[in-house]
Antibody, heavy 119, light 110 residues
Framework: QITLKESGPTVVKPTETLTLTCTFS??????????VGWIRQPPGKALEWLGN???????RYSPSLRSRLTITKDTSRNQVVLTMTNVDPVDTATYYC???????????WGQGILVSVSS | QAGLTQPPSVSKGLRQTATVTCIGN????????AAWLQQHQGHPPKLLSY???NRPSGISERFSASRSGNTASLTITGLQPEDEADYYC???????????FGEGTKLTVL
């Protein structure tokens, strides 16, 4: 059974760097075709894709946020880390990580973590 | 970042059939098809279908998806109270090398 869980700070100050960790089980990121994605959802708003990391360490980022995002993986620890620099109150959202299978899009999602950006 | 176009809301009666549409372009929906997600308030999204009409294990046959050109559709038959939720379409945009989502459709079961 595939499970994912996001962890990290729930409050960050403007201009700080946000670091979130996705810890998963039930699959390996060293398996061909596998990936993990990050998606966020501001309160009351739609889903917004942030980026993916793949089994071969290839990465894809949202064009509008690329300059602020970094996604890395630790295959041995079954973890994926999202780093977002220079956060702003508009970055307040629930952040999800999700399993991306070889078939394409996200089939298993974490419960999400609500991150508030406030001074 | 370009997104997919969905109606903000759809309302249908109990046991009726609802259809949610998702309009994209040749680079996303028209290329590799769309996936559909259901999200109940306070919960993470749940995958209903992928690559147009492939249902993951455990998803009711009442949910079916289709595509015509650059427009994807999700049809829910025999509406139940538990179907009241937000529905999102998503696709891979090959020109942007990015995942795009629709703005979401709130389904109300009357």
């Amino acid at each position: 059974q595939i499970t994912l869980k996001e962890s990290g700070p729930t409050v960050v100050k403007p201009t700080e760097t946000l670091t979130l960790t996705c810890t998963f089980s039930g699959f390996s990121l060293s398996t061909g075709g596998m990936g993990v994605g990050w998606i966020r959802q501001p309160p009351g708003k739609a889903l917004e894709w942030l980026g993916n990391i793949y089994w071969d360490d290839d990465k894809r980022y949202s064009p509008s946020l690329r300059s602020r995002l970094t996604i890395t993986k630790d295959t041995s620890r079954n973890q994926v880390v999202l780093t977002m620099t220079n956060v702003d109150p508009v970055d307040t959202a629930t952040y999800y990580c999700a399993h991306r299978p070889p078939t394409g899009l996200f089939d298993f999602w974490g419960q999400g973590i609500l991150v508030s950006v406030s001074s | 970042q370009a997104g997919l176009t969905q109606p903000p809301s759809v309302s249908k009666g109990l046991r009726q059939t609802a259809t949610v549409t998702c309009i994209g372009n040749n680079n996303d929906v028209g290329n590799e098809g769309a996936a559909w997600l259901q999200q109940h308030q306070g919960h993470p999204p749940k995958l209903l279908s992928y690559r147009d009409n492939n249902r993951p294990s455990g998803i009711s046959e009442r949910f079916s998806a289709s595509r015509s050109g650059n427009t994807a559709s999700l049809t829910i038959t025999g509406l139940q109270p538990e179907d009241e939720a937000d529905y999102y379409c998503s696709a891979w945009d090959s020109s942007l090398s990015a995942v795009v989502f629709g703005e979401g459709t709130k389904l109300t079961v009357l």
